[in-house]
């Protein structure tokens, strides 16, 4: 769900809601004709408002005060924005899967008459996660849903669900926000300093879920610490210190190591963006517009100049198949230490 900057979480009716404005049409026009699916599926990049949309989704089912809408402030929009309104449930992975425990309960839950409400709403975050004995439970609710339930699945990756399942679920398509979504959204969620602001709405990428609860001072030190390594991989005489910051990355939990993964892959993007970036075309502003890491611009043009660009390419490929094979349980240490001795190469 939402969250203000205090963590407090955030109740939006439909109107509210920031972007995705095909999502929402389809979503409002199949409330107010009274054809909305029982089963729906929510696909697109994590952090662009899927888990909202879905929570609005239910206040506008359920809400007294405006029907197919939601006004997102009575105390039954409150509620179900909190997590404490007794006809919705949101189900999240127990540990790397949604479970078949999980997946009963659940069907218990969409088959119970509504407690109070018009409609029981079952929300499945990651659903791409659910085990296989998970989604053979599922499949026959999913067939034959009760008339008063409604079910969300949630995924970024919905090509992970099995085909029996994506068959039985319309896909509402989510995409990226535009900067000034993002702006929008930051403003409202994460109210900080216009440094910390500009920041943060580069680094959302189109994705600002994915940055409103960040510590803008670790993150400022973790890049710092891999902007150190990249300049002892660019004057090639690192080995030492790249087996060592191999190791200490890679042995990271998953959340901290995909943390650090990303800062390291944005960074090494800013220096592609400052090699092919033709001097005498590119204003120093619209050049500034295209990087994540502008506020570091004069330390990142350094950097840029002690890698060839074919191999800056290279690199970015090996950190998007180590993000790929995450699930696989690849040994992180061997797969990081591959592609930061790849990058630190002489030419």
Same mark, same amino acid.
């Given at each position: ?23 929402? *049409? ?123 339930? #409604? ?38 969620? *994460? ?9 943060? *709405?580069?680094?959302? #990428? ?18 710092? *610490? ?8 660019? #004057? ?60 570091? #611009? ?50």
């Amino acid at each position: 769900m939402a969250v203000g900057h205090s963590g407090t979480p955030v109740s939006m009716a439909f109107h509210e809601l920031i972007g995705q404005s095909a999502a929402r *049409a389809f979503l409002q026009r199949a409330l107010v004709t009274g054809r909305l699916p029982a089963s729906l599926l929510f696909t697109g990049p994590s952090g662009v408002g899927k888990r909202q949309f879905a929570l609005s989704l239910a206040q506008a089912l359920n809400c007294p005060e405006a029907p197919d809408t939601g006004c997102g402030i009575c105390a039954t929009c409150q509620r179900i924005a909190q997590g404490e309104h007794p006809d919705v449930k949101l189900i999240v992975p127990d540990g790397a899967h949604i479970r078949i425990g999980q997946v009963r309960e659940a069907i218990r839950f969409a088959t119970d008459l509504p407690y109070e409400g018009r409609r029981r709403v079952v929300i499945f975050e990651r659903a791409d996660t659910f085990n296989t004995a998970a989604a053979n439970a599922f499949l026959k609710t999913l067939e034959e849903p009760p008339a008063h339930a #409604q079910l969300i699945l949630i995924s970024a990756r919905p090509d992970a669900l099995p085909a029996t399942i994506r068959s039985r679920c319309p896909v509402v398509r989510f995409a990226l926000l535009s900067p000034e979504e993002v702006e929008r959204c930051l403003e409202r969620y *994460a109210r900080r300093p216009p440094a910390d602001q500009r920041l943060l *709405a580069r680094l959302a #990428q189109g994705r600002p879920g994915t940055v409103t609860g960040l510590d803008l001072e670790v993150y400022r030190q973790q890049r710092r *610490a891999l902007l150190e390594l990249l300049t002892l991989l660019g #004057q090639g005489n690192a080995i030492p210190r790249l087996l060592k910051a191999a190791q200490y990355f890679g042995k990271l939990e998953r959340p901290d190591f995909e943390f650090a993964l990303d800062i390291l892959a944005s960074l090494v993007r800013d220096l592609v963006c400052l090699k092919v970036a033709p001097a005498a075309a590119e204003t120093s502003r619209s050049l500034e517009d295209r990087l994540v890491h502008s506020d570091v #611009q004069p330390k990142l043009a350094e950097l840029a100049d002690l890698f060839p660009l074919e191999r800056l390419h290279q690199t970015l490929n090996r950190f998007e198949a180590i993000r790929r094979d995450l699930d696989r349980n690849i040994n992180r240490v061997l797969a990081l230490e591959a592609a930061l001795l790849e990058l630190s190469a002489r030419p």
